[in-house]
Nanobody, 127 residues
Framework: QVQLVESGGGLVQAGGSLRLSCAAS????????MGWFRRAPGEEREFVAA????????YYTDSVKGRFTISRDNAKNTVYLQMNSLKPEDTAVYYC????????????????????WGQGTQVTVSS
């Protein structure tokens, strides 16, 4: 069983930055592929980014490429999402997710490929 707790959300002006963290309560973090998803008001939960078990491979949805960076620290059981140049359309609840399977594109962009989910953290970008 993996428990995930996100933090770092908040209110920021357009053009600003936030760094989200997701801490995993698990004995060994490195076997899990990790992802970030988000759900805007009235929308479906959508894929944002994913990172392989070692951190050597990453994958992003087109709308955040060049602005967001996913990373992980396996020694701290934590995955991060650095978000720069934020836009109002980035406003959403952000969720981290873990899957025990390998990093396979494009499967890792599908919600149903993940076994464990956090509760989410709100990010609001004002214009």
């Amino acid at each position: 069983q993996v428990q995930l707790v996100e933090s770092g959300g908040g209110l920021v002006q357009a053009g600003g930055s936030l760094r989200l963290s997701c801490a995993a309560s698990v004995r060994t973090f490195s076997p899990y592929t990790m992802g970030w998803f988000r759900r805007a008001p009235g929308e479906e939960r959508e894929f944002v980014a994913a990172i392989s078990k070692s951190g050597g491979s990453t994958y992003y949805t087109d709308s955040v490429k060049g602005r967001f960076t996913i990373s992980r620290d396996n020694a701290k059981n934590t995955v991060y999402l650095q978000m720069n140049s934020l836009k109002p359309e980035d406003t959403a609840v952000y969720y981290c997710a873990a899957r025990s399977e390998a990093f396979i594109v494009p499967r890792i962009a599908r919600r149903d490929e993940y076994n464990y989910w956090g509760q989410g953290t709100q990010v609001t970008v004002s214009s």
